[in-house]
């Protein structure tokens, strides 16, 4: 609650419903009253009406009119109530301080001979003390209460938020192993297909050769592609292929060298399956350099490094001579694959290295290996 709110119905009725109870009962419980003290009640359920709207406002009203006669201390005390339920600590310490001076001199016109100026005054702070602490309790656990549904909503849409961030990150993920994975292939397919169109005098037999090697790349692309989605669906590592062994890098080398690249391999792994951690990984690496290398230097010799250990870690290095023509690639590509490969190998924990030096284009991947 504030100043200048919208109150609810039901606020309005309980707040001036009791306070005219309480006003009706202390009328009746007193004798010798006069016109005041009938013009002060009404007043008094008029400043309750008051503090729905403007707690401090009027809590003030009925203090003043405490000081007046008795019958407006029901409005006076709910009047604190409501201040310190509303508004600042300092402000409704301020009104409470106030209604105890009120009623200090309401003693002056109405002394009580039963209980004595000095219980009066004791019975006068600490029933506004109490009317305070009530107040600030129930002030403190209403403000939290906003807090946390603050708090909630602000996690809601921070939820919703990072799904829409996991979303287009899922997004880019695919687009990466899309690349990735049809690549190479679709890049074998081309150069199959080029020998096909540069060469139609060729022998039927490597004609149909080249058709079967359009025809089984194709299939394997689409293999490949079906194995993506499936990791990307699942979240299983298994779903890109299962595990990596070093046969899996000689196969996709002899794969190279049948489409017309000459690859010389330096191997110093130790035989059989990587760990899955940074199988896939190298093995996407190693896709990577293999196509960039037919694309943009077609026929030149690719020297290809392979070395590592559990504890040591995995190199992964490709080095090709830069054609001096300098003319277009053998076979169009986007030019993000080194961008989404540079990610990928962040993300397992390793470093990628590549560019030109003197006349030779260096591809360096190094990935943790745990022992």
Known sequence: MAESRKPRPVEVASLVGGVSVLTALTLWSRTGLGPLDFAVAALGVGAALVQVWRPVTGALGATVLAVLSPVATPAATVGALQAAWCGRFRTAAAIAGAGVLAHLLQWVRYPNPALGFDWWAMLCVVSYGALLGWGALANSRRRLLISLHERAERAEAEQGRRIAEARAAERRALARDMHDVLANRLSLVATHAGALEFRPDAPPEKVAMAAGVVRAGVQQALEELRQVIGLLREGDEAGAGGP??????????????????????????????????IGRTAFRVLQE?????????????????????????????????????????????????????????????????HGRSGERFRLRARLPWPT
């Open 244 to 277: 990596v062994a070093v046969a899996d890098f000689e196969k996709l080398v002899e794969e190279s060298r049948a489409a017309g690249q000459p690859v010389e391999v330096s191997s110093g792994l130790p035989a059989g399956v990587l760990p899955p951690s």
């Open 289 to 353: 350099g293999l196509t960039n290398a037919r694309k943009h230097a077609a026929g030149e010799p690719v020297e290809l490094a392979l070395r590592g250990e559990p504890g040591a870690g995995l190199i992964v290095e490709l080095t090709n001579p830069v054609p001096a023509h300098g003319g277009p690639p053998a076979v169009p590509g986007g030019g993000v694959g080194l961008v989404g490969l540079t990610e990928r190998v962040r993300l397992a924990g390793g470093e990628l290295d």
